[in-house]
Each structure stands twice: as C-alpha cells, then as structure tokens.
Nanobody
C-alpha cells in the first residue's frame, strides 16, 4: 500500500522557519518525483516544489523561490521542505504527493487514480 505521511507543521511567527517531512512507503522511492503542495482556505491547491528522487532535480513555485528548499533522503524514503522567511500568506495545509510533474513552470500533482497524496499538515504563520 502506497503511503505518504507528512509531519512538521505548526504555528510560527512571520520570518520564522519550519521543516516539513514526507515519509514515503509502498513504492520504489527512486522511481518517482515527489512534490509539496498547499491549499489555503478558499483558494485552489498550489504546487510549491517538486524533486526528482533519481537525479535530485528541483523545481519551485515563484512564490517560494529563495525561501523554501526541497531535499530528499533516499535511504530514509523521506522528502523534506525547509521553509525559511515564512510569511502570513504561506499559511495553508501542506500536502506531499507522488508523482509530481512540471509543465511550463507549473507544478502539478497526480490525479487520484494515478498517484498518492498525504493527509496534510497545517502550517500557520502569524504576523
């Protein structure tokens, strides 16, 4: 059974940092790109970052470039999202998903039948 489990969310003041983790199981980790997505109340889900577990290529949404860093530890089947200089507008539920794809600079997650999503972790940034 494919599982993605996020952790690391919480409440932080603007300018602070958090590191999210996504632990993956049930599939060959190296074969897939894994991404982070977020959804704020009343807004559509947004692709934040995507990493290829095989070659380490990384992609970021313009809104987080220079502040967020995605990385993977293939030995632990875990993808991380280091979030620095957090802003109130980063407040959202953050999800990891596999596979992710990047088309014309936009990061997409899988359709339900063709991939997996985690349950999400809440990130709240206070001003």
């Amino acid at each position: 059974e494919v599982q993605l489990v996020e952790s690391g969310g919480g409440l932080v003041q603007a300018g602070g940092s958090l590191r999210l983790s996504c632990a993956a199981s049930g599939f060959t980790f190296d074969d897939y790109a894994i991404g982070w997505f977020r959804q704020a109340p009343g807004k559509e889900r947004e692709g934040v970052s995507c990493i290829s577990s095989s070659d380490g290529s990384t992609y970021y949404a313009d809104s987080v470039k220079g502040r967020f860093t995605i990385s993977s530890d293939n030995a632990k089947n875990t993808v991380y999202l280091q979030m620095n200089s957090l802003k109130p507008e980063d407040t959202a539920v953050y999800y990891c998903a596999a596979p992710c794809t990047v088309v014309a600079g936009t990061i997409y997650g899988p359709m339900e039948l063709f991939g997996s999503w985690g349950q999400g972790t809440q990130v709240t940034v206070s001003s």
